[in-house]
C-alpha cells in the first residue's frame, strides 16, 4: 500500500546547516550557512513556517532569531554526503540514491589548453579568463572586452563545473547552448571528466550594469546509472522537475518539467504543480539562494530570500493534503559569511512533514543523502540501488 499519494522535495539550494563530519577534507571546518545567516540577521531573521518544522531543533545550536519549536509540527533531522564532491550534482544525485564515489575533475589553476583550442577552433572565438572566479567578479572585469571582442569568457570555481559567459546581444543564447553542448561532448571522460558546463549570459550596457539571466543552463554529466527519478518513471509513477532539476539529471526519469526565471518562480510552478492530481514525486530546486548570495558571500541577501520562502512556504503548507507528503532539505551548503566563493562541506536539513501526521520528533543524523531516495521507493513499492535507508516507517 502506498502512504503517501504524493511526495514533494524541495532543495533549497546551499542552505547548510553546519560543518560536516569530513569537513576538514574540504578545508570548511567552521562553514555553518544557517549559523552565519542569522548572526548577520542579529536575532532578526524571521522564519515562522521552516521554524515550525523544526528548522532550528535539529541543530545542536538554535539559529540566532529562530528558536526551536516545543512542538514541531513533523519529523526533523539532518543528512551527510558521501559523495566525493560537494557539487549541486554530487548532492543532487546521492539524494536519488546514485552517489558519487569517484571525484570529478577540477581546475584549480584553470583549463589546460587543449581543451581551451578545441572550444576555440569549434566556436571561431578567442578564450579570456581562464581561472577560478565569482562569475559575477569576473563578467564585471571582463564583459566588456567580451561585448567589443566577442571571445568567450570561461572560468571554473572550486567544483567541477566549466561554466561559458557571453552577452547575450553578442552571443545569441542558442549559440552559447550549441557551444556549451560541444564542450559537453568533450569533458565526458576519459581524459576529462566534468560534471557541469554551464551557459551564463548576461545583459547589460556596461560593467556597473551587468546581470546574468534566466538563460542559464546547466549541461551535466549524464547520470552513470538509474536514479530514483528512472526506476518511478519505469514503475508508472508520475515524476515532476521544477528548476535545474531536469538539467541535473538530463531529463532521465523526469516526465513533466518547468524551467525557473527565479526562486519565486519556482514556486510558482509548485503552487501549479499542486493543484494537480496525480501519484508520484515532484522534485524542485531553488537556486537563488546559491547563485545570487552563497557564491557572493551575501548573508543579508541570503537572509531575505530565505524569509522570502518561508513566506510562500505557508501556502504550500495549506495546500497539502492528508496523503501529501513533503520533505525539505538541501544539496550541499555555501556559507555567505565563510572565506572565499565556493560551496561548503556541511550536514543538510530534513524536514518532513504531512497534514495526517499525528506525531513529530528527530530523525537523526542520516548517513547518506540517499536516505531521501529510499523513502521515497519506499513509499511507492518500487526497489532502486539500495544505497540509503527509508525513514518512511519513523512517519507517524
Not at 237 to 263: A, C, P, Q
Not at 301 to 319: I, N, T, Y
Request: hydrophobic share 35%; aromatic share 8%.
Amino acid at each position: 500500500m502506498t502512504k503517501f499519494n504524493r511526495i514533494f522535495g524541495i532543495i533549497l539550494d546551499s542552505v547548510g546547516t553546519g560543518a560536516a563530519a569530513d569537513a576538514d577534507k574540504f578545508n570548511d571546518l567552521g562553514a555553518d550557512t544557517l549559523g552565519h545567516v542569522g548572526d548577520a540577521y542579529q536575532g532578526n531573521l524571521k522564519l515562522p513556517n521552516l521554524q515550525k518544522l523544526g528548522i532550528s531543533n535539529l541543530r545542536t545550536q538554535e539559529i540566532a532569531g529562530v528558536p526551536a519549536a516545543n512542538n514541531p509540527l513533523g519529523y526533523y533531522g539532518k543528512m551527510q554526503e558521501i559523495s566525493a564532491g560537494k557539487d549541486s550534482m554530487d548532492g543532487h544525485w546521492e539524494m536519488m540514491e546514485l552517489p558519487v564515489n569517484k571525484p570529478l575533475d577540477y581546475f584549480p589553476n584553470g583549463f589546460p589548453d587543449d581543451l581551451l583550442d578545441k572550444i576555440a577552433q569549434f566556436s571561431g572565438r578567442k578564450i579570456i579568463g581562464n581561472r577560478p572566479e565569482s562569475g559575477t567578479k569576473i563578467i564585471q572585469e571582463l564583459g566588456e572586452q567580451q561585448m567589443k571582442t566577442g571571445n568567450l569568457i570561461i572560468y571554473t570555481s572550486g567544483d567541477s563545473v566549466l561554466q561559458i559567459a557571453a552577452h547575450e546581444d553578442v552571443i545569441s543564447v542558442q549559440e552559447l547552448y550549441k557551444i556549451c553542448e560541444y564542450t559537453r561532448s568533450l569533458v565526458n571522460g576519459p581524459q576529462y571528466t566534468i560534471g557541469r558546463v554551464i551557459a551564463r549570459p548576461y545583459i547589460g550596457p556596461d560593467k556597473d550594469h551587468f546581470t546574468r539571466t534566466a538563460n542559464r543552463h546547466d549541461f551535466s554529466l549524464e547520470p552513470i546509472g538509474k536514479t530514483v527519478l528512472d526506476y518511478l518513471a519505469e514503475s508508472n509513477i508520475h515524476t515532476v522537475g521544477i528548476g535545474k532539476i531536469n538539467d541535473i539529471f538530463s531529463g532521465n526519469g523526469i516526465i513533466e518539467g518547468y524551467h525557473n526565471e527565479s526562486n519565486m518562480d519556482g514556486m510558482d510552478h509548485l503552487d501549479h504543480v499542486l493543484q494537480e492530481s496525480f501519484t508520484g514525486f515532484c522534485f524542485m530546486n531553488l537556486v537563488d539562494f546559491d547563485a545570487m548570495y552563497g557564491h557572493r558571500r551575501n548573508p543579508m541577501g541570503f537572509g531575505q530570500a530565505l524569509m522570502d520562502f518561508d513566506e510562500r512556504l505557508g501556502s504550500v503548507l495549506d495546500q497539502l493534503k492528508n496523503d501529501d507528503l513533503l520533505m525539505i532539505t538541501a544539496d550541499h551548503g555555501n556559507d555567505p559569511g565563510f572565506r572565499g566563493t565556493d560551496h561548503t562541506r556541511e550536514y543538510v536539513p530534513l524536514l518532513v512533514y504531512s497534514p495526517s501526521m499525528k506525531h513529530h520528533g528527530s530523525l537523526g543524523t542520516r548517513q547518506t543523502f540517499a536516505d531521501m531516495g529510499a523513502t521515497i521507493l519506499d513509499n511507492f513499492n518500487v526497489t532502486g540501488n539500495s544505497v540509503g535507508k527509508s525513514f518512511l516507517a519513523d512517519l507517524n
